[in-house]
């Protein structure tokens, strides 16, 4: 091989992520079936804090998929910002966008005197 | 080192080709920037589910009361345990994946073969368990009445449990057949019709005076809410569906337009259409991606067989398949939250 390193196995570390995925995984679903109070009736920015924390254990996930089954981890910067900041940044932009437009069209719906629930 | 594999090398300038400047290979860096635009593409999509979701925030469906099935558990109310079975599959198979790309680095035929398999394997489980869900989201449970205003209600007894329409209608004697090709008109068809009409459901509801109606919009226990003289007292719970009052619910039930069972493009009987078609399409699309990834592995899983990667010393393509394969499980971790937690 012509590779500067040599491959190692890294079987360990990836039983390790299964594992932690699978925890994460369900943390998420026992939370989404007891919906505990705390979290299910206070809201943050207009959204209850068990979501928030569904999307924080979401992201986790999605980061260590990222990082240690496609290997992310051991590519050049370069292309790891390349691939990453993109998509961050696209899709935060894309999310803000739509969200915020959304509220509006709600409040224009509730507050016009159009009658939809009948 | 042949076609495929391209390695770094000094001697060559900059835009001379054959130079890595991302420390990739020509085929995984594409395979990375094709996963980028179809995660744009995947975002677009659960985005425009956040915008009408956002739009209809007061009568979205609460994923917890559509996707209650576990095989083999018939009339048990078990939300989320089937999903959650999917996604560690589908985590599982990502699993396999990426320790056939450990082996293969390793040139370990055999491992790599078998890893591949196990793979495949999972992704067709994964398939046939979408496939299940869809089924029993088309076939819905309850049953459902639209409104002429294009809302949907549906019914619940005195303690606010929900009665499925067969418990509900009476039989009338007005058999109506569906109209099709071979018993009419040759040339005019019409889609199946709902086990019970409009006003077998309608005769139903006034010969059970227990029978409330619920409908799509959600109880938020405001002021105005606890004001509201049409709702059921004791019934009304903060982020529950609203439960009418018997005298509210007739008029409801009198404004009947159509009897709604299961979920298709056009109706839903779990509430809002959208929400159907959103999943539909979503799922749908992640479905696909799944199938393609399986129908992938499958050329790749031959091709270690045969050796090819043998020859070529270097099992880069298991590598780049790979790559698209957590992808998809990627995506899946986000549909995931997006259709079924939040």
């Known amino acids: 091989m012509s590779h500067a390193h040599e491959h190692v196995s890294n079987t360990s570390r990836i039983w390790k992520v299964f594992i932690l995925l699978s925890i994460v995984t369900i943390i998420e679903v026992a939370l989404g079936i007891v919906r505990p109070e705390f979290l299910f009736m206070n809201n943050f920015l207009s959204m209850n804090l068990l979501n928030w924390v569904f999307i924080i254990l979401t992201l986790y996930k999605a980061y260590y998929i990222v990082w240690a ?21 696209l899709v935060l932009y894309l999310v803000f966008i739509l969200l915020v437009e959304a ?15 009948f | 080192m042949g076609a495929t594999v391209t390695t770094a090398n000094t001697n060559e300038n900059t835009w001379g080709g054959g130079n890595e400047p991302m420390g990739a290979s020509y085929g995984k860096l594409m ?19 956040g915008f009408s979701r956002f739009k209809f925030i007061d009568n979205w469906p609460i994923a917890d009361e559509v996707f209650t099935h576990f095989p083999f558990m018939h009339g048990v109310d078990a939300p989320m345990y089937y999903v959650a079975l999917m996604t560690f599959i589908l985590i599982f198979s990502s699993v396999t994946m990426v320790l056939a790309v450990d082996a293969g680095h390793q040139m370990k035929q055999k491992k790599v073969a078998f890893y591949m398999l196990l793979t495949i394997v999972g992704g067709l489980i994964f398939v046939g368990s979408q496939a299940w869900e869809w089924k029993n989201f088309i076939k819905g449970e309850y049953g459902a009445i639209e409104t002429k205003g294009g809302s949907i209600i549906q019914f619940v007894d005195k303690n606010g449990k929900r009665v499925k329409l067969e418990d509900v209608a009476v039989v009338l004697p007005e058999a109506r057949e569906q109209h099709k090709k071979s018993n009419g008109l040759w ?23 227990e029978l409330l109606v619920r409908t799509e919009k959600i109880y938020r226990d405001t002021k105005e809410d606890r004001e509201n003289k ?6 009304n719970k903060n982020k529950h569906r609203e439960v009418l009052n018997r005298e509210a619910s007739e008029t409801m039930v009198a404004n009947a337009h159509l009897v709604v069972e299961g979920a298709n493009l056009e109706r839903n009987e779990y509430g809002s259409k959208l929400f159907a078609d959103f999943f539909f399409f979503i799922t749908g699309f992640h479905g696909f991606h799944v199938f393609s990834g399986v129908v992938i592995n499958i050329i790749i899983y031959f091709n270690v067989l045969l050796g090819t990667y043998e020859k070529r010393k270097s099992y880069e393509m298991v590598e780049k398949v790979g790559l ?6 990627l ?12």
């Open chain 1, 69 to 89: 089954f496609m290997h992310m981890e051991g590519e050049k910067s370069s292309l790891r910002w390349a691939v990453v900041a993109t998509v961050i940044f």
């Open chain 1, 103 to 117: 509220d509006y069209v709600y409040e224009v719906f509730k507050n016009s005197t159009i009658k939809w629930n």
């Open chain 2, 31 to 49: 395979m990375w920037f094709f996963i980028v635009s179809d995660a744009l593409t995947f975002s677009g999509f659960l985005a425009a589910y």
């Open chain 2, 187 to 209: 040339f005019v068809g019409e889609p199946s019709l709902p086990s019970y009409s409009v006003a077998e459901v309608q005769a139903g509801f006034k010969a059970h005076p």
């Open chain 2, 230 to 235: 049409s709702l059921q007292p004791g019934l």
């Open chain 2, 324 to 329: 698209y394969w957590h992808f998809v499980d």
């Open chain 2, 331 to 342: 995506v899946w971790v986000f549909v995931f939250t997006f259709f079924y937690l939040v």
